[in-house]
């Protein structure tokens, strides 16, 4: 069988493991909280966004232990722009999603502040262990300050977490576990498939692990956060729509990146200048959009969601043509410049002030 073949077949066979592992682990892991009597609010901030992340998570520190450093960090940084792009975009285009009055005032701030210390931490081309640590540390006290927050919110607010089955008898607590192991097993054995044939994919394309970790990988672990969102869309849950994109981007840089650097050890992550030359600020200015998106009108409309898939599409091109068509970079970078980004900021721009001056009147 040529190589490009059976790496797309690993690679395939790890997102499909990573999916299936993911869910396995959500499962079990809510089953067993709710046995522990840990109130459903809690559970749907911390369990079921650590599960959607979990395959970030498992590939990173599978990467770390092959020795690929640079897979690890591009794999956080393609996933939180697969989220703020794909997922978001992808779940408006199926519904309007409705803005809480929260996300602009607490979390969509907290996640440019938390990105913007990551490209900082990075800017030093190595994410130390005690960096590493200290997104750890952030990352607890933001998950206290959530769940206090939160407590104080409208009721309105505290219902949209998942629905969960209350129905629990001690006979679950065996099919909880199971569902945990199975789901870690999963998650090790896909992430390694991922791993290995993302690799060989890389070389045999004459590519940089950089650009596979941030499209490939990215995109193929960043599927549970697409599907949660597209469910909850179609079921009308735009608020979890939502938070999941939000939560699942906070998670990938405070936990997979903090853990990984701590896993790393004495001499942390090597980030590749590419990643924090161009890739890391690209991260930061999808995340500083969603602000004027989400005040437009109050909510994500569906030209705002083609919007955000037209950017990931540009950026996706962005990636491939220094290796294909590497004359037409400089024109493609020109038009998106002086004529795609401008279109859009005015179209947003127009949609903020209506909706403002609606407001006043």
Do not use: H
């Amino acid at each position: 069988m040529p190589t490009f073949l059976v790496s797309a077949v690993e690679i395939v066979i790890g997102i499909f493991l990573l999916f299936c592992g993911g869910e396995l682990f959500v499962k079990g892991s809510v089953i067993v909280a709710l046995i522990l009597g840990i109130p459903q609010l809690i559970i749907g901030l911390t369990v079921v966004s650590l599960g959607t992340s979990a395959p970030e998570l498992f590939v990173s520190i599978s990467s770390v232990l092959k020795g690929s450093d640079i897979l690890a960090v591009s794999n956080v940084v393609g996933s939180n722009i697969f989220n703020i792009l794909v997922v978001l975009g992808g779940s408006a285009l199926v519904v309007p999603l409705k803005v809480k009055s929260r996300l602009v005032r607490r979390d969509v701030p907290l996640l440019i502040a938390v990105s913007t210390a990551v490209w900082g931490i990075a800017s030093s081309g190595r994410i130390t262990w005690q960096a590493g640590l200290a997104l750890l540390t952030a990352l607890v006290i933001n998950t206290i300050w959530e769940i206090r927050s939160v407590r104080e919110e409208p009721e309105d607010t505290k219902d949209s977490e998942p629905e969960i089955d209350e129905q629990l008898t001690s006979k679950r607590w065996l099919n909880a576990f199971i569902n945990m192991l199975v789901g870690i097993t999963l998650l090790t054995i896909g992430s390694n498939f991922l791993v290995k044939g993302a690799s060989s994919a890389a070389l045999f394309l004459g590519v940089s692990e950089a650009v596979i970790g941030l499209t490939i990988v990215a995109a193929g672990t960043s599927m549970p956060e697409l599907i949660t969102s597209l469910v909850a869309a179609f079921r009308g849950r735009t608020d979890l729509a939502i938070g999941n994109v939000v939560g699942s981007s906070l998670l990938n840089q405070l936990l997979v990146l903090g853990g990984t650097a701590l896993f790393a050890g004495k001499n942390g992550l090597r980030v590749e200048n590419l990643l924090i030359q161009k890739d890391l600020p690209f991260m930061i200015l999808t995340t500083l959009a969603c602000l004027p998106i989400f005040w437009s009108n109050g909510k994500i409309s569906r030209q705002e969601g083609a919007i955000l898939i037209f950017l990931y599409i540009s950026y996706l091109i962005d990636q491939v043509l220094p290796n294909t068509l590497p004359t037409w970079q400089d024109e493609f970078r020109l038009i998106i410049l002086c004529v795609a980004l401008p279109i859009i900021m005015i179209v947003i721009t127009y949609q903020t002030m209506r909706y403002w001056k609606k407001l006043r009147n």
